[in-house]
C-alpha cells in the first residue's frame, strides 16, 4: 500500500524521505513553501537527485508537493489572484525536477462573487500555468465548504477540469475529513459516494486520499482534521475507505493532528489491515 504522512520540508527532500521510511511510510505530503506563500527554498539539485535515488531503491510511491493553502486563484482582487498563478507557476516548474510526481492544491474561495465566477478564474489560473508536456498532475483538493470555498460538490470539481484545455494534466485529491465536513456519507454509503464521483468526474481522475477523521459531524462545513478513530468518522469507515477496491492503490496520506510517533502508530493500524 502507498500510505505516508504530512511532513516539514525544511530539511529537504531527502531528509523527508529518510523520515517517512523511518515511520513505515513510503510515500509523504510536504508544503512547497511556507502557507502565507512566501518564497520557496532555493532549490537544491543534489537533494532531489539523492532524493529520487532514495525513492527509488525503497518502491516509493508518488509523493505529493501541497500548494500554501492561503493561495487563493479565484480572490476579488485580481493582485491576490496574480499571486496566487505565479506562485503556482513557479512551484510547477520547480517540481519538474522531481518528475512523476503530484501537486495538491485547494481551489480557493470565492468570497462572494459566487461560484460560476469563482470557478472560471480558477480554470483561468490552471490555462496559464500548465503546459502540454510537464510531468507532474496537478490535483484540485475536495473541500469542506467552509465559507465561501469552491470545490466541496463534486459538481464544482468537474465545472472546473471542463474550463481547462490541458485537462490531461489534472486529478483529484479525496480528504475523507473534508467530504464528510461538505455532507456526503462515506460513513454509511461509501459505494455511493463512489458512484456519484465516477458519474460526475470519473474514478479515473482520483490520483490519492488525503486520510483524515473529522472533529465534526458529516455537513458541518468546519474542516477540523482529527486523529484516526476520534472523530466522526471512525476507524471502520477510514479502513473501508483504505481497503476499498477502488482506492486501495491509491496515495494515501495523513494529515492528522500528531507528530512522527502519531504517525507512526497509524500508519502501522493501516498497514495492518492491509490484506
Ligand atoms: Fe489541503
Ligand atoms: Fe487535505
Ligand atoms: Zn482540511
Redesign the pocket.
Known amino acids: 500500500m502507498l500510505i505516508g504522512c504530512h511532513l516539514s520540508a525544511s530539511k529537504g527532500y531527502l531528509h523527508m524521505a529518510r523520515e517517512a521510511a523511518s515511520i513505515g511510510a513510503n510515500t509523504f505530503q510536504f508544503f512547497t513553501r511556507n502557507p502565507r506563500g512566501g518564497n520557496a527554498r532555493p532549490l537544491d539539485l543534489r537533494d532531489t537527485e539523492a532524493f529520487r535515488a532514495f525513492a527509488q531503491e525503497h518502491a516509493f510511491g508518488q509523493i505529493l508537493a501541497h500548494a500554501p493553502y492561503t493561495l487563493n486563484g479565484c480572490s476579488a482582487d485580481p493582485a491576490i489572484r496574480d499571486f496566487a498563478r505565479r506562485t503556482m507557476a513557479d512551484d510547477l516548474q520547480r517540481l519538474e525536477a522531481t518528475p512523476g510526481n503530484l501537486y495538491n492544491f485547494h481551489p480557493g474561495s470565492h468570497v462572494g462573487q459566487g461560484v460560476e465566477t469563482g470557478v472560471q478564474y480558477i480554470a483561468d489560473m490552471l490555462n496559464s500555468v500548465l503546459w502540454a508536456d510537464m510531468q507532474t498532475t496537478v490535483l484540485l483538493?475536495t473541500m469542506a465548504g467552509k465559507g465561501s470555498e469552491v470545490g466541496s460538490s463534486f459538481e464544482e470539481l468537474q465545472a472546473i477540469i471542463d474550463h481547462v484545455e490541458l485537462s490531461d494534466h489534472l486529478g483529484i485529491c479525496l480528504?475523507t475529513c473534508?467530504v464528510h465536513d461538505a455532507g456526503y456519507d462515506i460513513v454509511h454509503d461509501l459505494d455511493g459516494v463512489l458512484t456519484a464521483f465516477d458519474r460526475v468526474i470519473g474514478l479515473d481522475r482520483l490520483k490519492a486520499l488525503?486520510i483524515n477523521d473529522s472533529k465534526n459531524p458529516r455537513s458541518a462545513r468546519k474542516d477540523r482534521h482529527e486523529k484516526l478513530g476520534e472523530g466522526h468518522i471512525g476507524l471502520d469507515a477510514i479502513l473501508r475507505i483504505t481497503e476499498h477496491p477502488a482506492l486501495r492503490h491509491l496515495p494515501m496520506l495523513l494529515?492528522t493532528p500528531n507528530e512522527l510517533d502519531g504517525y507512526a502508530r497509524e500508519i502501522a493500524i493501516l498497514k495492518e489491515h492491509h490484506a
Open positions: 483538493e480528504d473534508h488525503h494529515e
